[in-house]
């Protein structure tokens, strides 16, 4: 059986503002510490989701809030008009 080859990241020239993601995933995986950059990745991509999901709900909000006052002038406004005698 023929040996396994590991895969090598010292070899691979860094991208232009890439370099300092290469030099941390080089630490990790020289270190072996694989899990903790996958939970690393998986706790900063789920913050990232809560945040935009907190954004975007404050945005609903206040569209919500937005029609209510709306709706208030509205009613407002037509109690202060007489009712047509029919």
Avoid: Y
Wanted: aromatic content about 6%; glycine content about 4%.
């Amino acid at each position: 059986m023929a040996p396994v080859q590991r895969c090598s990241m010292k070899n691979t020239a860094p991208r232009p503002g890439k370099g300092a993601m290469i030099d941390l995933i080089r630490i990790f995986v020289e270190r072996g510490d694989l899990a903790h950059l996958a939970l690393f990745l998986w706790a900063a991509v789920a913050s990232t989701a809560f945040l935009v999901t907190l954004r975007e709900l404050a945005v609903a909000s206040k569209r919500f809030d937005d029609s209510v006052r709306e709706l208030s002038v509205f009613n407002r406004r037509a109690r202060r008009r007489k009712p047509m005698d029919p």
